[in-house]
């Protein structure tokens, strides 16, 4: 399987070295180079590539509109993309569309290698014909970026252990840390795998894998979700059925 690829970036310098970090990757083809947003769009529409490693700031438009003009003018075959760029402050924007991934400048070798072993993991799905089309849209989320304390951290789905509601947020714990996110639990519940994350409460969902099991209070009679770590989460009696069934299972 051969991995057709668009490099766009208004310096060359910058194409220049991304053919270099490239060379190694055998089954990667470069089926052109764009130095303007336009010339990027047109080579899109033009050779129909699986993926885009694509610059943030450009002449005339920048990579966002790029990826606008190719969803507009045929969505259903959105290359996928991998964002090239010498500033973080677009990354949350850029996994809000879906991006692939989001290289900060100068990055390495490895890093880039990491970014196109992604992408080719998400064409084989398509080839496999278990995806319908080259659009970036995985099912349910697996990694959320945000900002907190000013970091952007990406966080793996699979280290969340709990999350809990917070009036207008939700603070989403992992093993050593937690963090609140404004966001709202319908939203976030809706993004992630239903077979690994179960909703327990109106303000409660949890990560089946760091659950340990259900208990019920002998004395006030509530029921809760005892997870590997020791923290209880309250259990609401319309969800109670539910997990326990998914449990068995």
Not at 106 to 130: C, M, N, S, W, Y
Request: glycine content about 4%; overall charge neutral; charged content about 30%.
């Amino acid at each position: 399987m051969t991995i057709q690829i668009i490099i766009a970036d208004d310096e060359v310098l910058a194409r220049q070295k991304l053919r270099h970090l490239l060379e190694d990757e055998k089954d990667v083809e470069i089926v052109g180079e764009g130095a303007t947003a336009q010339e990027t769009i047109e080579l899109a529409n033009l050779t129909d590539p699986d993926l885009i490693l694509l610059d943030i700031q450009m002449p005339g438009m920048d990579g966002f509109d790029v990826v606008s003009a190719l969803s507009a003018g045929k969505p259903a075959a959105v290359p996928r993309i991998i964002f090239t760029t010498a500033f973080d402050q677009y990354a949350l924007r850029a996994f809000e569309i879906n991006a692939i991934d989001y290289l900060l400048k100068p990055f390495t070798r490895e890093r880039l290698k990491h970014a196109i072993q992604r992408a080719r993991e998400q064409i084989a799905l398509q080839v496999d014909g278990t995806k319908p089309n080259k659009r970036n849209s995985e099912p349910y989320t697996t990694r959320i970026v945000f900002k907190s304390r000013g970091r952007i951290l990406f966080l793996p789905v699979s280290d969340i252990r709990w999350i809990g509601a917070e009036e207008n947020y939700v603070r989403i714990c992992t093993e050593k840390e937690s963090h609140l996110l404004r966001e709202t639990m319908a939203n976030f519940e809706s993004r992630l795998d239903p077979r690994s994350f179960i909703r327990v409460h109106r303000s409660a969902i949890v990560n089946l894998q760091f659950v340990k099991e259900i208990r019920t209070d002998s004395l006030e009679g509530e029921s809760f979700v005892l997870m590997q770590d020791g923290h209880r989460v309250p259990v609401s009696r319309g969800y109670k059925t539910r997990i326990i069934g998914l449990l068995a299972h």
